[in-house]
């Protein structure tokens, strides 16, 4: 086992110890087809807790976003996200002469899936943001592609803001059927639709739309 | 009384076995029973193939799963000896707190308390245990802990719903934490004539706590009585309450009489003991369940994800301390 396996494996190991990490694939079975993986932000352990809920061969082709100045900024940040998740980074900082999309469709034209959360920013108000448009371009440009949405239930608690320390609290992520962008479907409206498929996700939130068995 | 003479001519090489020789004897029983019981459903698997009885097999075949956890849990307490078992109770209770919080909603505010009562009195409840100190093993939490709570909880500025925050995590320690690390303690009791043979008095506790379950849980459905509480059990009866308890005093009787050389009346009083509170400690945590919202369990359904080990230890979080302490209070035993 490489150093970056072992740390991946103590990582979901954590993860799994303090949260449980349960997947709950409703809308759809883990397979390995190419996806973009789209859910809630409320904590940094958000894109941990999905990585660890994913099973072990999916996970070496699910990648993460990361912000480049973040975290290429020490040794072992960089590490991290570019041995253990093999994160794609991308700028924050908006140059007129790159497409800030432009790291992610590179990965996707490599065939890798993505987890992204578009609403940009962590939120703690329960109901998600608005969703910003990166999604929207993604499913434009690359209609082949699956689009799932993810709900992340309990995570706030796990970590309030400002805390370090988690407190163990089982959570859960749920996987919803997946979607497509329709033909003459405008920007609003695709958005709106992505951010009530995660919504709708919400335990509790499926007594509105009747929850499909799970095919696995 | 040729009943009884017969009784003790079968159990009696038993009864002249040592302690060890005993449990081992105990465990290749336990995992026989189990390997056939497999067996046999893996056969009925082969031969039926129709759709109908298709979720309740898969039923079966997921709370026989648990069992041989279960039971490979309790092997390896015993053959790990005293730290062993402490600490895969630890384990155990940790997950069984995990599920207790999820369950009950927790403010921000409430995080630096539960840090306190996950990674600090969790373990050292339990390393008080393995000490054997059972003079500070039974008051550190309803002494020590009871006030360490809210004074962290105060301190943290947030005086909405004070009470109701903090009896809900105190609470959650002593059912999952204390009550539970009941569990390893009887492991480490000096039983007069029985010295050593602690894991005889938890497989008892066990045993017994399980056995209770079943039979009500069988009388129930066969007797079809009132409920006595309809909003919070609908199958919960006296008299299924009674069927389980008797089933569970013959249980504990002869596995009382022929490994620990209790009295009848010493292992019936005790098993009835022991039964009695593991039944209504279950029934008083589906009255928390329906507090918190939770009307199923398991993966489908599930607001949390919670896996359901709460439901399945919740008997010997309640049974474990009263039984502990009937014991040592009954034959007056020095800590």
Known sequence: MTRPEAMGLLLTTIARLITGAQGHWKGCPPKAEQRIYFANHQSHLDWVLIWAALPKDLRSVTRPIAAKDYWTSGRFKHWLTREVFNAVYVNRQRTDDQDPLEPLAEALKRGDSLVIFPEGTRSNKGLPMPFKSGLYHLAEQFPQVQLIPAWIDNVQRVMPKGEVVPVPILCTVTFGAPMQLQPGEDKRAFLERARNAVVGLRPGGERDAPAQRSAA | ?335
């Open chain 2, 1 to 335: 009384m040729s009943f009884i003479e017969t009784l003790r001519a079968l159990f009696d090489p038993l009864r002249r076995l040592d302690g060890s020789q005993q449990v081992q004897l105990l465990f290749v029983v336990l995992f026989g029973v189990l390997l056939t019981i497999s067996a046999y459903a893996a056969m009925r698997t082969v031969r039926e193939e129709d759709a109908e009885g298709d979720a309740l097999r898969e039923r079966f075949h997921r709370e026989l799963r648990a069992v041989w956890v279960t039971a490979v849990i309790f092997w390896l307490a015993w053959v790990s000896g005293t730290v062993g078992a402490t600490l895969l109770f630890g384990i155990v209770s940790f997950l069984a707190f995990r599920e207790y919080i999820t369950l009950l909603k927790t403010r921000a505010s409430d995080h630096r308390s539960l840090l306190l009562a996950f990674f600090v009195v969790l373990p050292l409840q339990f390393v008080l245990v393995g000490s054997g100190d059972f003079g500070m093993f039974s008051v550190f939490i309803p002494v020590y802990v009871f006030i360490a709570i809210p004074v962290v909880s105060a301190l943290a500025g947030d005086p909405e719903r004070f009470l109701e925050r903090n009896a809900k995590i105190q609470w959650g320690i002593m059912v999952c934490i204390y009550g539970l690390s009941h569990a390893p303690a009887l492991l480490l009791l000096n039983l007069p004539k029985a010295s050593g043979k602690g894991a005889f008095l938890l497989f008892l506790l066990v045993m017994v706590a399980a056995t209770a379950q079943i039979a009500q849980e069988l009388a129930s459905r066969r007797l079809r009585r009132r409920p006595v509480a309809r909003q919070i059990d609908r199958s919960f009866s006296y008299a299924a309450l009674g069927v389980g308890v008797l089933a569970a005093a013959v249980v504990g009787v002869v596995l009382a009489w022929t490994t620990l050389g209790f009295k009848v009346p010493q292992a019936l009083a005790m098993s009835m003991i022991a039964a009695a509170s593991g039944a209504f400690g279950e029934f008083v945590m589906r009255a928390l369940k329906k507090d918190a919202g939770v009307r199923h369990w398991g993966n489908a359904a599930s607001v949390t994800g919670a896996v359901g080990l709460l439901d399945r230890v919740a008997p010997i979080c309640f049974a474990a301390p009263v039984f502990f302490h009937s014991v040592v209070w009954y034959f007056q035993l020095r800590p």
